[in-house]
């Protein structure tokens, strides 16, 4: 097999084992914070971050960013982890911001009795406005060289619960007129008010991202912290924190670096918890796991299997610059991996029936279907065969054009895994629809006759109508009738200067859900279980929902198949 090219992370990482830094370590997280459910974004994430530590034999531990009380909740936490493991990752060691609290709050002490740290007293408006530009230095404020002694004061009343939110912040003393805007005196310390999920009502003052994350990779010995390209310009001061908190360790090469790649953006899919919270909360879908969702447990319930994401992760890479990647390369590899994996069942979705006029009434034959022509070893099941049978209503046709290889008076068409049969005729209300159409079976066509192996261009899947069980069929299509709905949204918005939620409300497509409530599956599916990987033949992927039961069978479809044995 070709030796795969390594992507440019993997080279960095080589590159530091051989120079030894941190010792020849490897040693990385994924860090995500517990507001909401995983999406398809964090998969890319998450397969560089547990992948390389496999690959360098190292170990990625799972670090939820807790320092935003506001938003965070169990809830998610949970699901973060089952995502995870769905996805085939286990984690070395499952690690909290928050249980770095103590250790955060005692540096940030130590700056500003160094006189590194200060406390501000202005509103972040005020503070906002006194940043200055790219090409402009900023102003300082006018507490920004106040008494340490001051300053220690009101942290511990920032703490206390004293001091009301917002109306206190601890900022590092940087510098007002760095070119970098991250170094103009960053807020690391706020007030929240708001119980933490872990922590109660312990703190009220929290540290912010930016205070967190590289001391967080710090404490653990994290060697490489792989993010996203738009921490690019928070690097430096990543680094500086760490120059800070290593005090008095400055000299060993013990400390984390950042690299960041680029993040995962996808034609007509709208990622980012905060917009799919808005979704979820409004009611725009049906929950987090609603199938149309972007969610890691929105495309599981949807039918992908975790392998297909692999391999769409591994088809799209990893660079340093920003794309929009088409939802077809998604699509193609969970039919790639689906073909391999999922067993062909029969289904008619649109049912009509065929009366095969000249099979004998009560008869029943036991066929046999293959689960998955693509794997030779593979077992068959049976379905039953009888006079009467379910078909789609678009394989009939009664005034037919010349290239329509499917069932119209006269033609004869092949009936998977069973015989060759030629239409006679249909019956038709008095509206014109047709009620039942008519056919005649030629004995001697079933598998392995004689007769079998005629020529016939057209072959129809069909469910026996006495031995077939009744199901509701979900057919999904995209959640946004835009190519780009990040873009799109951002545009809405500036134009109508209007909400999150109504912007979407304008890009949501109505049909992204059609339900086919009379559809007939054969029997065979009646223990199916969620997570089973089926192929409907001839129509596409499908897998039974969550909420299906043995009196409702409900099957979702993952995606469209293309037609590739009759038409
Ligand atoms: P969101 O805006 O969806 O909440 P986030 O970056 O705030 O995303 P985190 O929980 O902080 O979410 O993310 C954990 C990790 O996942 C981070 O390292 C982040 O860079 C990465 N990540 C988030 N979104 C994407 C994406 N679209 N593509 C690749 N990586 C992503
Ligand atoms: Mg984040
Ligand atoms: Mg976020």
Redesign the pocket.
């Known amino acids: 097999s070709e030796k795969k090219s390594l992507n440019f992370i993997e080279q960095i990482v080589e590159k530091d084992l051989k120079e030894g830094k941190n010792g020849g370590r490897v040693q990385t997280r ?7 459910y ?9 397969c ?2 547990f992948g390389i530590a496999k690959k360098y034999g190292g170990v990625c531990n799972l670090r939820f ?1 807790d320092t935003n009380p506001t938003k965070e909740d169990v809830e998610y936490v949970e699901s ?1 982890k089952e995502d995870i493991q769905w996805l085939g990752f286990q984690w070395g060691n499952e690690y909290y911001a928050s249980d770095y609290f103590q250790q955060l709050w005692d540096f940030a002490i130590r700056l500003i009795k160094e006189g590194k740290a200060y406390v501000d007293e202005q509103t972040s408006e005020e503070i906002a406005a006194q940043k200055g530009t790219p090409t402009q230095p900023g102003t300082e404020s006018p507490y920004r060289n106040r008494p340490v002694e001051e300053s220690l004061d009101l942290f511990q009343k920032m703490n206390a619960g004293e001091i009301e939110e917002g109306k206190m912040v601890l900022r590092a003393k940087i510098d007002m007129a760095s070119p970098n805007m991250h170094f103009r005196d960053p807020i690391i310390y706020r007030v929240v008010k708001t119980p933490h999920h872990r922590t109660g009502d312990t703190w009220k003052a929290y540290p912010m ?1 930016d205070f967190a994350h590289g001391q967080s990779d710090y404490f653990e010995g994290v060697t490489h912290s ?3 390209l ?2 690019v310009p928070h690097r430096p001061l990543y680094d500086l924190f760490v120059d800070w908190v290593k005090e008095g360790k400055d000299l060993d090469d013990n400390r984390p670096r950042q690299y960041e ?5 996808l034609s007509y899919i709208l ?6 919270l808005i979704l979820v909360k409004e009611g725009l879908v049906n929950g987090w796991d609603d199938p149309r969702m972007p969610t890691l447990c929105g495309f599981r319930r949807r039918g992908y299997s975790p392998e297909s994401i692999h391999k769409f992760v591994d088809k799209i890479g990893y660079t340093t610059y920003d794309a929009l990647n088409d939802f077809a390369l998604l699509e193609s590899a969970v039919r790639e991996d689906l073909n391999a994996r999922a067993t062909r069942v029969s289904a008619v979705l649109n049912p009509v029936k065929l009366i095969l006029t000249n099979y004998p009434e009560g008869q029943v034959e036991e066929m046999e279907a293959v689960n998955n022509p693509e794997d030779p070893n593979s077992p068959v099941h049976t379905i039953e065969f009888s006079r009467e049978l379910w078909i789609e209503r678009e394989d009939f046709m009664e005034n037919a054009p010349k290239k329509y290889f499917r069932m119209t008076p006269g033609q004869e068409v092949r009936l998977k895994n069973a015989y060759i049969v030629k239409c006679t005729g249909c019956k038709k209300d008095e509206d014109g629809n047709v009620i039942e159409v008519y056919a005649e079976y030629d004995p001697h066509t079933k598998s392995g006759m004689p007769e079998a192996n005629r020529k016939v261009k057209g072959t129809l899947h069909w469910v026996s109508c006495n031995h077939c069980l009744k199901a509701e069929v979900r057919l999904y299509d995209r959640l946004w009738k835009v190519e780009n709905p990040r873009d799109a949204m951002a545009a809405i918005r500036e134009e109508k200067n209007c909400s999150a939620l109504e912007a979407m409300k304008e890009m949501i497509n109505p049909d992204s859900l059609k339900v086919l409530d009379e559809c007939y599956v054969e029997k065979y599916l009646a223990d199916a279980k969620p997570l089973d990987y089926l192929q409907f033949q001839r129509i596409g992927y499908f897998t039974p929902d969550k909420d299906s039961t043995a009196e409702h069978l409900i099957f979702n479809r993952t995606v469209s198949l293309k037609d590739t044995w009759s038409k």
């Open positions: 994924f860090p995500p914070e517990p507001n909401g995983l999406h398809i974004g964090h998969a890319k994430a998450i560089m971050d960013d973060i991202y792989l993010c996203t738009e921490f790649f680029n993040k995962l953006n990622l980012s918890k905060r917009n799919l």
